[in-house]
């Protein structure tokens, strides 16, 4: 079993709905990573938490430490948010474990 | 400040031949991560160091895999001999504190194609 579970898988939305992708890990954690990888390739970090909720601009995530959950949601998408999404938990406090990664588009 | 930096950003090589890649961690992280991601096994750390010192690298495949830093502004990552099977994209990030501390700063990535 993959230690760090995503869904869904792909994800395609219309311009302005709501956006929910799920991140559930089974390993112990004192934090959690959401990071975005454009069509590109490049990766940038959207949020590092340990608990209870953050939010930039459209982007909000929250985690529940206890369930081993969190999950990324985007409020208003649009295209320009189409990207990977990538959940990352440190393990060990040296070692990153990663999600496979939900490929979100957003049509127009 | 320009972010992480790597190059060469493309490689092309065949196999058997040495292959270095290259990063500068922005100034002040004093941690530094090689990963490589492929599109069967997506995003893997190969190797972190911290205060130029390799802490983990139980990420790295074989020994023909091998990574550096010799000071706070650079780090390498040699492969020798390259395969195939290594061709993948190879990201360096930086980080002011442990994975589990701080937020990680990405470079664009080396894509690496072994023929």
């Known amino acids: 079993k993959n230690e760090v579970e995503q869904s869904p898988q792909n994800l395609t939305a219309q311009e302005g709905e709501f956006i929910t992708i799920n991140c559930s890990y089974s390993v112990g954690i004192s934090a959690l990573h959401w990071l975005q990888q454009h069509p590109g390739g490049g990766i940038v970090s959207l949020f590092m938490?340990?608990?209870g909720k953050k939010k930039h601009g459209r982007l909000i995530a929250t985690i529940n430490i206890q369930e081993k959950h969190s999950s990324l949601h985007i409020t208003a998408s649009h295209p320009r948010d189409s990207a990977v999404y990538i959940c990352?938990?440190?393990?060990?406090?040296?070692?990153?474990?990663f999600g496979a990664g939900t490929r979100l588009t957003v049509k127009p | 400040d320009a972010g992480v930096i790597q190059s060469p950003r493309h490689e092309v090589t065949e196999m058997g031949q040495e292959v270095t890649l290259r990063c500068k961690p922005i100034s002040g992280h004093n941690s530094l991560f090689w990963y490589r991601q492929t599109m069967m096994r997506g995003l893997e750390l190969l190797i972190y160091f911290n205060n130029n010192v390799p802490i983990d690298d139980s990420g790295m495949p074989e020994d023909r895999f091998s990574a550096k830093m010799p000071n706070a502004s650079f780090s390498t990552l040699k492969i020798q001999p390259s395969e195939p099977r290594d061709s993948a994209v190879y990201f360096c990030a930086s980080s002011r504190s442990r994975p589990a501390g701080g937020e990680q700063f990405f470079g664009p990535g080396t894509r690496l194609t072994v023929l």
């Open positions: 990352a938990v440190p393990y060990n406090n040296n070692d990153m474990r």
């Open positions: 938490l340990s608990s």
